[in-house]
């Protein structure tokens, strides 16, 4: 069946008139850095739970975010290989990642590893699609991913869970957590191990690579958090996360990383008097690898870390109206065995934010200013606008700029970095149409952004050196449909996104975007059972800049199944890629085969 059927067909079997009820009450904090419900943010979200987590029996970051609007990722093989996040369309570097509040990822590359963060000690996800950069600054150009991590709560309860499956894949995982008068407080633990698949295909040309062997993967993690709120009401909460393990993989130079992802935060939330809400909040993410050649010496070490402090204020200055004023300090560091021109660089950014509703109306205004040692200055602005009729349907209005700093390797790689790099800058309009009524929820949204002054490789034509530059724009327009549903005791999800990615420089769509997706979920509870399925369906994508390396589109069904035997012992099933389908998101590199893998769980909460 070709993509076209598939997305058709699924599309319009989701469209059936449903019957049933879906009513969610939902409160983000990535959108506008302060608690407001969904139904007020003049912008697209999702929310990831940790019960979506749990009933899709995902092992890591990529396959949950490959499933939602408006994200396609990429990957280089199986798990923990390098894996690439188009949020929107645009590139991987323009998605700013969060960890309760704190920024990660690599200050050197300026990408962040999430195939290498564990689900199991995620409790939500929030996405927010749109420009952020008005609220925290670079790279949150096609949007923001916030994870907070589990948290403690009522009385002690553990949780802990085991399973095997295809590839010599196997896991353990356990948690205690609770809350004793004033002090929550969870701890966890997680060991991933798999010895994996031949992730690449041989490759010809003058660097071919002929390396066919399996391709393992294994990652360590750690996760303690505590919470406490005193009698005169301050509260604290400090967090650490710390995963590190292996991951090999097929190349020339390099095939194989050891890894080091930890990041660490705390935060102190105070009401001095009524109206003001005062919110301190520090941190620091490592983002360390050493690489190791074929033969087995070394290679390369690259370590970087990123240090920041957030002050925010909040101010109820009168009904239905907040305003913000905060600042944010960061310090960026890299070390390793590369003789970067520079090692550190600072970045001051100060921001305002004004939330103001009258009647069935909202407004939110912000603007934030940003001061780097390494490159200058920038500023960006967003407004949004939103009214919500009686019967459920919303409709919203916004438009934003951001920017994406230049990497240490872009502006200080020895003879690549170019040190006069300006950032990318970017400008986006949005409109979205939502509805919540007893039958379901449902959201159209349509956006288009403009981004300047793109980093990219050239080449000197008098020296032949490869160097960074400024020098490609793109445009980017698309449209998401989505809608959740009952249909006669089945739950549906679908959603769809038609993108157009061009580079305005050359006509040529972006590098690995396709133009069309679909996600289709169908799951029905019975009695101790529960059963769903899922499709992901793809069009096809170009490997190169220059559109002439083609890769087909796909249609992949997972099945997933569990049995509570009581109220806390669980067995779970899923087999992904039921129809054993062989595609690539990245040219000559492997995707999964047909697997399978169950555990069992158990849970006193």
Known sequence: MTFRLIFVAGFLASLVPPVGAVELAEIVVTATRTPLSVSQVPAASTIVTRDDIERQQVKSLPEILKTLAGVDITESGGPGKAT??????????????????????????????????PVTQIDRIEVIRGPRASQWGSEAIGGVIQIFTRTGSGDPGMSAGAGAGTFGSY????????????????????????????????????????????????????????????????????????????????????DETDFLQQVIGGSAVYAPIQGWKFTLRAGENRDDSDNFAPDGSFASRFDTKRQELSIQNDFSVAQHQLFTLGADLRKEKVAGSTDFTATSRDNTGVFTQYLAAAGSHQLLASLRYDDNEAYGTDTNGGLGWSYRWPDGVRVYASYGTAFKAPSF??????????????????????????????????????????????????????????????????????????????????????????????NRSTGKRLRRRVKKSLSLDVSRGLGRWRASARLLAQGDRFEDAQNTIRLAGYGVVDLIGQYRFTRQLSVRAKIGNLFDKQYQTADTFNSRDRNIFVSLHYANR
């Open 84 to 117: 690439g996040v188009f949020l929107r369309g645009t590139e991987s570097d323009h998605v700013l990642f969060l960890v309760n509040g704190i920024r990660i990822g690599s200050a050197s590359a300026g990408l962040t590893s999430l195939e290498l963060l």
């Open 171 to 254: 896991a353990i995982n356990g948690g205690v957590g609770g809350e004793i008068k004033h002090t929550d407080y969870r701890l966890d633990g997680s060991y991933f191990r798999t010895r994996g698949f031949d992730t690449r295909q041989p490759v010809s040309g003058p660097f071919g690579l002929d390396q066919p062997d399996d391709d393992g993967y294994d990652n360590a993690s750690i996760h303690a958090r505590v919470g406490h709120r005193f009698d005169n009401g301050v509260e604290v909460d400090s967090f650490i996360w710390r995963t590190s393990g292996t991951t090999e993989f097929d190349g020339s130079f390099q």
């Open 409 to 502: 390797n872009e502006l200080f790689f020895p003879a690549f970095g170019n040190p006069d790099l300006s950032p990318e800058t970017s400008k986006s309009y949005e409109l979205g149409v939502e509805g919540r009524q007893h039958w379901g929820e449902w959201g159209v949204h349509a956006y288009r952004t403009d981004i300047d002054d793109l980093i990219v490789t050239v080449s000197d034509p008098l020296t032949g050196v490869f160097f960074a530059d400024n020098v490609d724009r793109a445009r980017i327009e698309g449209v998401e449909a989505e809608l959740a549903t009952d249909f006669a005791g089945w739950q549906v999800t679908a959603i769809a996104s038609l993108l157009t990615p061009n």
